[in-house]
């Protein structure tokens, strides 16, 4: 009656939400919704360009295929995808009536099913009255992790202070690092260390930064920063070679007999000047006499003594002594070979590392006076 007052009685004036949900029952919208509805899902089929329906149009089934799909029955449809034959449905699968394959007491509906019951949760802690015991287990976590981060940051405190402690005491310095290396250094003409790239060096054949150290004694060292490269007896030596090429101003090799040679590369030609300058007064000072050969870069490369070449002699050496008959992997004759091991001469430290042994141990000491008969520093057939 109200809503009669409030639109004068006219229906044409009525709000169409408000009409429509007054006209709406339990079984369903009334009149003007079912229209709205029929009208749009009409409209939605006609304007699906892949309703079957829509065959002549959109040219996807023929006339024959359109009355196929037309015919087709639920009956029908359920027998072809699924493994139920037909005699074991009825025509109507979802229609209740007397006759059906498989009768039922009355047609299922959704007003006749149960209403749905909310899910239940169980909470075990709070079933047993102990819904305080997760928090406070949480609580026990974060303390202790507290506690873990907390001892952390203590010891690193710690660390840190002592470490100042032990600086400031003078007490940083390790006990075994090793001892100022001992000789003459070369330096260059501003006063600073002089420094030059030693080629082919070691067995890998790669260069390296190092310098030189003449002395203590008859010696020769090789270095960089304190660690030494290696060392050279030269006390039983009586003529050291140094080869210069002419067509380069940097390069310079050291010869000394029954090693293997110093191929040295310098950054300036100064600095090569500055080497035999200082080698020569050096081995002046040990009477030593030094020899300077003046000949082309390739040819003095050519001639190179490497490391690797002085170990397969050294090996072959050892072979020799065994098996009186050894061999290497240069392609020479046999009376090459024989020859070359034959004017072969140890030195202390060859000695030394074939029996895996120290230079300076008294046993190496003493074999190597007792095997070196003629007493020249070396030890050969």
Not at 243 to 255: A, I, R, W
Request: net charge negative; with cysteine; hydrophobic share 40%.
């Amino acid at each position: 009656e109200r809503l009669r007052e409030v639109y004068n009685n006219d229906v044409n004036k009525c709000d169409i939400w408000t009409c429509g949900i007054l006209e709406t029952t339990d079984n369903g919208p009334g009149v003007l919704f079912s229209e709205i509805l029929y009208d749009q899902f009409m409209r939605i089929r006609h304007g699906d360009r892949f309703w079957y329906e829509n065959w002549e149009q959109n040219k996807l089934f023929t006339e024959n295929e359109f009355l196929a799909i037309k015919n087709l029955t639920m009956k029908k449809l359920i027998s072809l995808v699924t493994n139920v034959q037909e005699f074991d449905i009825s025509n109507a699968p979802f229609e209740f009536n007397k006759d059906t394959v498989c009768p039922q007491p009355f047609q299922l509906s959704e007003f006749l099913m149960d209403d749905c019951t909310p899910g239940k949760t169980r909470d075990y802690y709070v079933e047993n009255g102990s819904d305080w015991m997760v928090p406070f287990i949480w609580g026990l976590v974060l303390v202790y992790i507290a506690i873990v981060i907390l001892i952390m940051f203590t010891i690193a405190a710690y660390t840190k202070h002592r470490r100042a402690q032990i600086i400031s005491a003078g007490r940083a310095k390790n006990p075994k690092a090793p001892k100022k290396l001992q000789g003459t250094d070369i330096f260059t003409a501003d006063g600073s260390l002089l420094v030059f790239w030693e080629e082919m060096a070691g067995l890998k054949s790669v260069p390296r930064l190092a310098s030189l150290k003449l002395g203590p004694g008859k010696r020769i060292v090789l270095f960089t920063g304190e660690t030494v490269l290696r060392t050279i007896d030269i006390r039983s030596q009586t003529c050291i070679t140094i080869q210069q090429p002419v067509d380069n101003t940097v390069y310079l090799t050291v010869k000394i007999p029954n090693e293997y040679d110093i191929i040295i590369k310098t950054n300036v030609p100064i600095d090569r000047i500055a080497i035999m300058d200082r080698l020569q007064a050096f081995l002046s000072e040990c009477g030593i006499n030094l020899s300077i050969e003046e000949l082309r870069k390739s040819d003095m490369m050519a001639n190179v003594f490497t490391m690797k070449e002085r170990q397969r002699l050294v090996e072959n050496f050892f072979r020799s002594i065994f098996s009186q008959a050894g061999t290497d992997g240069f392609s020479r004759t046999a009376g090459d070979i024989r020859s070359e091991v034959l004017e072969c001469e140890l030195t202390r430290k060859e000695f030394a590392d074939a029996m895996s042994l120290k230079e300076d141990s008294i046993f190496v000491e003493q074999m190597f006076q007792l095997i070196d008969k003629d007493g020249n520093g070396f030890i050969s057939f």
